[in-house]
């Protein structure tokens, strides 16, 4: 799907043009995320391998969920589990996904919408294909983001943001090359719907063969750029991108992406996720479903959830059999930030 679909585009906002010596952000580095399979074992591809966590902040973990095909009986998700000291941010592209946690939130999501479930202090969760998709297969395609949560705020109530596709600020590039989708943050002095603690920015952007996009991008936060499909190039440097790569963005106020004039028959447009937020440079510790600042809240965590305080699944949820996850606590691993 690409970021806007709209039947006149000529009534979409305009991105505004760079301002006067603008400072346009360089790569500083470019990687390709690894394959893998996530929850019951559905495809995934792990956009932040193999980056420092320092260059992420106040990102933490993002999966690529397909794109795939789903033969009848094949979609897959999760079973319920934990999180404490972060927030997901589950955005579906194409198909359908429900959510439902121990606090209260969850619903169904579709095309364009996204699911913001700040976990805090701590909730149990899980995510899936409705029993319709399960049973007739089909397109699936989203996003699943981890955003931290500064130690002040790591203890916060569950919330839950329901943010439908229709709710989203769409926006094009001065000569409608390219088409965006403002999730969260400030874009150009237009503001994505979703309700952040760390101040931070999500943006879809469907930028067309041979178009250019110049962002206005707050030069105070980091500046990623994730690719989804299609070939194209980024930075002033004009650095190659292909699907599945993410480029990390030196300092700046301007983000640019360009789509390759040649594009293959699956992939018409350059599809892109950009994201950036203010650095939170806090210590991270991290193991599994828990963000927190030591080893030992980490493991504190685990045994909270052992003891049934992070949450019961509602009783509409609860399985015939189950058993508590069980994990290893001594993995637990530390960095600063």
Do not use: C
Not at 130 to 135: D, F, K, M
């Amino acid at each position: 799907m690409p970021a806007v679909t709209v039947e006149d585009t000529t009534t979409l906002a305009r991105v505004p043009l760079p301002a006067p010596r603008t400072v346009r952000r360089r790569v500083r580095s470019v990687t390709t995320a690894p394959r893998g399979f996530e929850g019951e074992g559905f495809p995934v591809r792990r956009a932040f391998a193999g980056v420092d966590l320092r260059d992420l902040d106040p990102f933490i973990h993002m999966d690529q969920m397909g794109e795939v095909e789903y033969a009848p009986g094949e979609p897959k998700g999760t079973s319920w589990h934990p999180h404490r000291g972060f927030e997901t941010v589950t955005y579906i592209i194409d198909g359908t996904f429900e959510h439902a946690d121990s606090h209260g939130g969850g619903g169904s999501i579709t095309n364009g919408d996204t699911q913001w479930m700040t976990a805090g202090g701590g909730v149990l969760h899980i995510e899936r294909p409705p029993e319709s998709l399960v049973v007739s297969g089909g397109l699936f395609h989203g996003l699943q983001l981890w955003v931290n949560l500064p130690k002040a705020q790591k203890w916060v109530e569950p919330r839950y943001q329901d943010l439908r596709a229709d709710q989203a600020v769409l926006l094009a590039s001065p000569d409608a090359g390219a088409f965006l989708r403002v999730i969260a943050g400030d874009v150009g002095g237009h503001a994505g719907p979703g309700t952040t603690y760390t101040p931070m920015a999500m943006v879809h952007a469907t930028i067309a063969p041979g178009a250019t996009l110049d962002l206005p991008w707050d030069p105070s936060f980091n500046a990623l750029v994730y690719v989804l499909s299609g070939n194209g190039k980024v930075g002033i440097d004009d650095h190659p991108v292909t699907g599945g790569q993410l480029a990390v963005f030196g300092p700046g106020d301007t983000i640019t992406v360009k789509g390759a004039e040649h594009q293959d028959s699956r992939t018409p447009s350059l599809e892109v996720v950009i994201l950036g937020g203010r650095p939170i440079r806090e210590p991270i510790a991290m193991y599994g479903p828990f963000v927190m600042n030591t080893r030992q809240e980490v493991i504190d965590a685990f045994t909270d959830h052992q003891a049934g305080r992070l949450g019961s699944i509602p009783a509409a949820h609860v399985p015939h059999t189950g058993v508590r996850d069980t994990v290893d606590v001594h993995a637990a691993t530390e960095q600063d930030s």
